[in-house]
Nanobody
Framework: QVQLVESGGGLVQAGGSLRLSCAAS????????MGWFRQAPGKEREFVAT????????YYADSVKGRFTISRDNAKNTIDLQMNDLKPSDTAVYYC????????????????????WGQGTQVTVSS
């Protein structure tokens, strides 16, 4: 059974930076893509960013483009999310997700298409 474990959340002031990490373990892990979603209180879980495992293609939500960067380390089975210029609107629980088989870029942002999820890590941005 694949397990995803996030780390790196915390409290930061607006304009600051945080780096989230997600480590995959368990069984023979093989993913087509891994990414990040977030869920703010009272809101639905929304797409943040995804990276494809083999080619490293990246996809971002418009709200984070230019501020967040997703990266991967294939050898360690980890992905990171570097978050810069954070805003109070970025406050949410951030979840790591993995998709095992091919997914088109048109569906990359759909949370229902991901097979595994982490437990989430809280990011709070104060104004």
């Amino acid at each position: 059974q694949v397990q995803l474990v996030e780390s790196g959340g915390g409290l930061v002031q607006a304009g600051g930076s945080l780096r989230l990490s997600c480590a995959a373990s368990g069984g023979t892990f093989s993913a087509y893509a891994m990414g990040w979603f977030r869920q703010a209180p009272g809101k639905e879980r929304e797409f943040v960013a995804t990276i494809t495992w083999r080619l490293g293609n990246t996809y971002y939500a418009d709200s984070v483009k230019g501020r967040f960067t997703i990266s991967r380390d294939n050898a360690k089975n980890t992905i990171d999310l570097q978050m810069n210029d954070l805003k109070p609107s970025d406050t949410a629980v951030y979840y790591c997700a993995a998709r095992q088989s091919f997914i088109s870029k048109d569906a990359i942002a759909l949370r229902g298409r991901y097979d595994y999820w982490g437990q989430g890590t809280q990011v709070t941005v104060s104004s």
